[in-house]
């Protein structure tokens, strides 16, 4: 799409589409530029393993999501290829690293000061021996 001129291959209709897919293209191709400028090795040198982990699972997904749309455009039916498990075995993983995330971000429990505050905020009824001997105490005096 060489600047604004409309070409006669395709459809009038669809040309904002193509403009735009143009774009998302040339900002995805930023992108791997900018994350290929870093030595990988380095990047992970200063994350934590689950950050690491994040990291390898996010660019697994994202080559194998660019080999999907690669397929169809191929003609091939992406659903019916191999790189469909890979992406659910992907998203697999990145559910349980999400699941971990949340258990580290979860309150601890402080089992002594939650059985404190529930034994004090419990109703304890008196015994009925003990009002009776606290009166028959107090009459004689």
């Given amino acids: 799409m060489a600047g604004e001129e409309n070409n006669e291959d395709y459809p009038v209709e669809i040309h904002e589409y193509l403009s735009a ?51 169809a455009t191929q003609g091939v039916n992406p659903k019916e290829h191999p790189v469909k498990q890979e992406l659910e075995r992907i998203r697999i993983y990145m559910n349980r690293v999400k699941e971990i995330t949340d258990k580290k971000k ?13 034994k004090n905020a419990l109703w304890e009824p008196k015994p009925r021996n003990a009002s009776k001997v606290a009166n028959k105490g107090k009459s004689k005096s």
């Avoid at 870093?38 to 393993?49: A, F, G, I, M, T």
């Avoid at 979860?106 to 002594?112: P, Q, S």
């Fill in 106 to 118: 979860a309150g601890k429990l402080d089992r002594g000061a939650a059985s404190r505050f529930v």
């Fill in 21 to 71: 897919f143009e774009n998302s293209i040339g900002a995805v191709d930023e992108m791997l530029k900018t994350m290929m400028s870093v030595s990988r090795n380095e990047l992970l040198q200063k994350l934590d393993p689950l950050e690491q982990a994040k990291v390898d699972l996010v660019s697994a997904y994202t080559l194998n999501s660019m080999f999907w749309v690669y397929l």
